[in-house]
């Protein structure tokens, strides 16, 4: 939340700085970047719908509750970033490349980006506390935790002010070159934006679609879950195993298991709780648990089928 609000107040105030540069140059790359500091803006809000919706308990129509929303609106700041940032950036460099005419004015244009670069250095770096304490928590290396974060909000702010850092840098690099060599690297900057824009927005569409799809939980906790059932002794074997991930912190676990002969009703039913408490107590994230238990002696016994487990 800490760094979405940050990300939402300097892209606000950038979105402004970015707009004045543009009116007073009249650089086509100052104007993409106006573009992407307000699509990185919207998103925001974009980001924050999905942390307030994804909080509503289950319901009768939604019976698993609500956590997916934070990668449903996560997918659509990704669509937005395409939709309104690549989109006119790329745009906005044809009109330039077609009809080149120098930007004036220039000192307005690196004033207004020097401040920029700042305000998303101090936006990114908040993001990437934010991360690194998680990892910390988590206790994997801050990369490892990046790419196997199942939290796109966080992500989705770190690949955005990376990019605007990388689009602050090509629009100031346009300006000086249209400035001293030529008007028309103004709109090859703008495009250079806008192909940043576009892998961005990919990336981050693939690994929200992936959550939307029901993406399983990282192999760790999948082990941790399978070493909590299969250690406790009246457990025989783990035939399927199957998690979801139903928001970044809530795990949905679907297991079937044998126990051993000649356990009474009443050792099952004490066998099933300990073992969901153990599963709890692995892999803190699990939140619903499903099991299906069978003797032994009833022929259920089947090999694992790799393409299920997790």
Known sequence: MLAVLGALIANGLITVLKLIGAIMTGS???????????????????LLLGLRFFKQPPSEKHP???????????????????????????????????????????????????????????????????????????GLPFMQYLRESKDPTAKTVIFEDSAALIGIVLAGIGIYLADHYGAYWDGVASMAIGVVLAVVAFVLARISRGLLLGEAAIPKSVEAIRAAISG??????????LTMHMAPKQ??????????????????????????????????KVDMIFLEVANLSDGDVEEENPKHIG
């Open 64 to 138: 698993f509750g609500y956590g997916k929303e934070r990668f449903f609106w996560s997918f659509i700041a990704a669509i937005f970033i395409f939709g309104v940032g690549a989109t006119f950036a790329l745009y906005e460099g044809f009109q330039k490349l077609t009809h080149p005419h120098a930007p004036e004015n220039v000192n307005w244009a690196y004033w207004i980006l020097g401040i920029s670069f700042v305000l998303e250095a101090g936006s990114i770096a908040l993001a990437l506390y934010q991360e690194i304490t998680e990892a910390h928590h988590e």
């Open 251 to 284: 795990i949905l676990v679907n297991v079937r298991f044998n126990v051993k002969d000649g356990l009474t009703s009443t050792d099952i039913v004490k066998t099933v709780a300990e073992v969901e408490a153990k599963m709890k107590e692995a892999e803190p």
């Open 28 to 46: 086509s790359g100052m104007m993409a970047e106006t573009l992407h500091s307000l699509a990185d803006t919207t998103n925001q809000v974009f």
């Open 232 to 241: 406790h002794p009246n457990v025989n074997k783990v035939i399927e195993l």
